[in-house]
């Protein structure tokens, strides 16, 4: 059988990230209730990132706690691919070891290069492109909360980065209307949002974008690796908050979330970060339940 990886929502079908969100929801009951699941019992997760992580890091480990297997955190710091191994080299290696990897990295292309030599299964645990994991737990978060996210609207309000590009994804697959405001020079790929067409708009104006939205999401205005572009990129997000007078023009019901961590008084207002229509640590939770299902998905044999 050909070995499934999950570097972009485009890894699954429609009908798979559907089933897996029926999975996820089932399993954070059965959590709930102490039944003990352990399909992994005896496989081992590596977790080779480059860049911080609290979330997306406690989440895979838990999740293999939970399932009976085991994860290793390799940082760049300890391991020879940060002292220049080819990628290539150490996708053989840990693929002999490891059952799975999940990757967290800059250049989306070299989760691609490690995946297409590696013979176990590889996770996108974010690029600079994209951020897959963290949409199975806001699509999650959207069913449990609303049923299914099929003829909605959802807002994108801010950078048009990697969140925003799983956004894109998420739209086709699961057949939303995306209205993505960004300012000028931070939208998301033209190739993304024409692959799109038909379910994504791009505008300029983050009150058009909200409008009658049955979802508000954003996310920082400087990524992790554009640290040097924070002071210019502040100034120019300045019109793209989502605070309480924004939030009042999107459906009366609308949800907000944010991958988190979020930085109050920047893209969000704390008053709609821990308002009443607030989402986000129902988001954080879910990206351990989703996450379990991706893998009991992955490694199915
Ligand atoms: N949302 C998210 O991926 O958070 P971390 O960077 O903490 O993993
Ligand atoms: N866009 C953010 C997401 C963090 C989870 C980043 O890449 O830093």
């Given at each position: 059988m050909a070995?499934?990886?999950f570097?972009?929502?485009l890894?699954?079908?429609?009908?798979?990230?559907?089933?897996?969100?029926?999975?996820?929801?089932?399993l954070?009951a059965?959590l709930?209730?102490g039944v003990?699941d352990?399909?992994?019992?005896n496989?081992?997760l590596?977790l080779?990132?480059?860049?911080?992580?609290?979330?997306?890091?406690?989440?895979?480990e838990a999740?293999?706690?939970?399932f009976?297997?085991?994860?290793?955190?390799l940082?760049?710091?300890?391991?020879?691919?940060g002292?220049?191994e080819p990628?290539?080299d150490?996708?053989?290696?840990l693929?002999?070891?490891?059952?799975?990897?999940?990757i967290?990295?800059?250049?989306h292309?070299?989760?691609e290069r490690?995946?297409?030599?590696?013979?176990v299964?590889?996770?996108?645990?974010l690029?600079d492109?994209?951020?897959p994991?963290?949409?199975?737990?806001?699509?999650?978060t959207?069913f449990?909360?609303?049923?299914?996210?099929?003829?909605r609207?959802?807002a994108?309000?801010g950078?048009g980065?990697?969140?925003?590009?799983?956004y894109?994804d998420?739209?086709?697959?699961?057949e939303?209307?995306l209205r993505?405001?960004?300012p000028?020079?931070?939208?998301?790929?033209?190739q993304?949002?024409?692959a799109?067409?038909g379910?994504?708009?791009?505008?300029r104006d983050?009150?058009?974008?909200?409008?009658?939205a049955h979802?508000v999401?954003?996310?920082v205005?400087?990524?992790?690796?554009q640290e040097?572009?924070q002071?210019?990129?502040?100034?120019r997000?300045?019109a793209?908050?989502?605070?309480?007078?924004?939030?009042?023009?999107?459906?009366?019901?609308?949800l907000?979330?944010h991958c988190?961590?979020a930085?109050?008084?920047?893209?969000?207002?704390?008053d709609v970060?821990?308002?009443?229509?607030s989402v986000?640590w129902?988001?954080a939770?879910?990206?351990?339940?989703?996450?379990?299902?991706?893998?009991?998905?992955?490694l199915?044999?």
């Open positions: 070995i499934r990886h570097l972009t929502l890894d699954l079908t429609s009908e798979e990230i559907v089933a897996l969100i029926d999975r996820a929801t089932e954070k059965r709930r209730d003990i352990e399909p992994l019992k496989r081992t590596a080779v990132f480059e860049k911080s992580s609290t979330r997306t890091r406690v989440s895979f999740a293999m706690v939970q009976g297997g085991a994860t290793l955190f940082s760049p710091r300890d391991t020879q691919l002292r220049g990628i290539e150490t996708a053989r290696v693929s002999r070891m490891v059952d799975v990897v999940a967290r990295t800059f250049e292309e070299k989760i490690f995946a297409a030599y590696s013979g299964p590889v996770i996108n645990a690029t492109r994209h951020h994991c963290q949409l199975l737990a806001d699509m999650q959207f449990e909360h609303r049923g299914s996210i099929a003829g609207t959802v994108w309000v950078d980065n990697n969140m925003c590009h799983s894109i998420a739209a086709r697959q699961l939303f209307r993505v405001a960004s000028e020079g931070y939208e998301p790929d033209p993304l949002v024409a799109g067409s379910w994504v708009e791009v505008m983050p009150r058009e974008a909200v409008a009658g979802l999401v954003t996310d205005w400087a990524s992790m690796g040097s572009e002071a210019q990129r502040l100034e997000f300045s793209y908050q989502v605070n309480r007078d924004l939030m009042r023009l999107a459906a009366p019901d609308a907000f979330m988190l961590p930085h109050r008084g920047e893209e969000v207002t704390e970060l821990l308002g009443p229509q986000v129902d988001e939770e879910n990206r351990l339940h989703a996450q379990k299902a991706l893998l009991e998905l992955l199915r044999r």
